[in-house]
């Protein structure tokens, strides 16, 4: 099992900047990956960035590239997504996703609204 706790969401201005972290715990070492996905009303869930586990790579969203930076504290087994200039077609619940052999985990999502 894998408990994922997502913060730093809120609300900005556009052009304004936030840093979500995303807290793993549990058995960490069986994820594969771990990625931020994000869902705006009315619309499908989709992934944001992601950062492979095996071979480090690292893939964004064409939206967000250039703007958005995934990282993450190996020794404090968290995820971070750094962004910036942010626009108000940001807005959106942002989760945090570890896929986990068979499995995925999701973490509560926390909200991201940015205004014009």
């Known amino acids: 099992q894998v408990q994922l706790v997502e913060s730093g969401g809120g609300s900005v201005q556009s052009g304004g900047s936030l840093r979500l972290s995303c807290a793993a715990s549990?058995?960490?070492?069986?994820?594969?990956?771990m990625a931020w996905y994000r869902q705006a009303p009315g619309k499908e869930r989709e992934l944001v960035a992601i950062?492979?586990?095996?071979?480090?790579?690292?893939n964004y969203a064409d939206s967000v590239k250039g703007r958005f930076t995934i990282s993450r504290d190996n020794t404090k087994n968290t995820l971070y997504l750094q962004m910036n200039n942010l626009k108000p077609e940001d807005t959106a619940v942002y989760y945090c996703?570890?896929?986990?052999?068979?499995?995925?985990?999701w973490g509560q999502g926390t909200q991201v609204t940015v205004s014009s």
């Open positions: 950062w492979f586990n095996g071979n480090g790579r690292i």
């Open positions: 996703n570890a896929p986990y052999f068979t499995r995925e985990f």
């Open positions: 549990g058995d960490t070492r069986g994820i594969s990956a």
